[in-house]
Nanobody, 121 residues
Framework: QVQLVESGGGLVQTGGSLRLSCAAS??????????MAWYRQAPGNQRELVAR???????TYADSVKGRFTISRDNAKNTVYLQMNSLKPEDTAVYYC?????????????WGQGTQVTVSS
């Protein structure tokens, strides 16, 4: 059974920081984590890409978070992080981890359960 387990969300004031983590696990089945990403969805909005990182650590960011958020990963731990600085009320959303996992015979995309980030003004 494959799981993406997120942590690190919470309530923070404008200008504050949070660090999200997402660890992939696959019940002992060998796999490789390829692209990993963070998305977010605010009430009434579509889910949007926040940041993506490849296995070789190339990164992509949404324009709205460039210069404030940093995505990173630890390949040995199959974990992706999102450091969020200078948070704004418009960053309030449920943040979802997403990962492409390669198994012996297949590549499959997975989502985490989501973690709430609330930025108060």
């Amino acid at each position: 059974q494959v799981q993406l387990v997120e942590s690190g969300g919470g309530l923070v004031q404008t200008g504050g920081s949070l660090r999200l983590s997402c660890a992939a696990s696959a019940s002992g089945t060998p796999y490789i984590a390829n692209n990993m990403a963070w998305y977010r969805q605010a009430p009434g909005n579509q889910r949007e890409l926040v940041a993506r990182i490849t296995r070789s650590r190339s990164t992509t960011y949404a324009d709205s978070v460039k210069g404030r958020f940093t995505i990173s990963r630890d390949n040995a731990k199959n974990t992706v992080y999102l450091q969020m600085n200078s948070l704004k009320p418009e960053d309030t959303a449920v943040y979802y981890c997403n990962a492409d996992l390669s198994f012996a015979l297949r590549l499959q995309n997975y989502w985490g359960q989501g973690t709430q980030v609330t930025v108060s003004s």
